[in-house]
């Protein structure tokens, strides 16, 4: 059974760092495509950042310079480092999961396995 949790949002004011960690199990970790998504109220739900297998990471215009992903193939867990935090960054920051393949480069499915998600609100 998948399992995502996620961990280490809180309150900040602007200008604040924050870390979240994801704890991974239930699946063949280094096999999956993962990434962080947030959602703001009233508003979609957002890819802020990925990591692939190999590495690869992509960065949503919004955060990049500020956020950064990693992953730790061996503890299988995915951290999210955000930095310079604005008001704006305020949402439920969820942990995602997507099944990959490789035709000569990696590529992910859908993301399909999803944490409980974890407020992190930036005050101005």
């Known amino acids: 059974q998948v399992h995502l949790v996620e961990s280490g949002g809180g309150a900040v004011q602007s200008g604040g760092s924050l870390r979240l960690s994801c704890a991974a199990s239930g699946f063949p970790y280094s096999s999956f495509c993962m990434a962080w998504f947030r959602q703001a109220p009233g508003k979609e739900r957002e890819a802020v950042a990925r990591?692939?297998?190999?590495?690869?990471?992509t960065y949503a215009d919004s955060v990049k310079g500020r956020f950064t992903i990693s992953q730790d193939n061996a503890e299988n867990t995915l951290d999210l480092q955000m930095n310079s935090l604005k008001p704006e960054d305020t949402a439920i920051y969820y942990c995602?999961?997507?099944?990959?393949?490789?035709?000569?480069?990696?590529?992910?499915?859908?993301?399909?396995?999803w944490g409980q998600g974890t407020q992190v609100t930036v005050s101005s």
């Open positions: 995602a999961a997507a099944p990959q393949y490789y035709d000569g480069s990696y590529h992910c499915y859908d993301y399909s396995f």
């Open positions: 990591i692939n297998a190999d590495a690869t990471t």
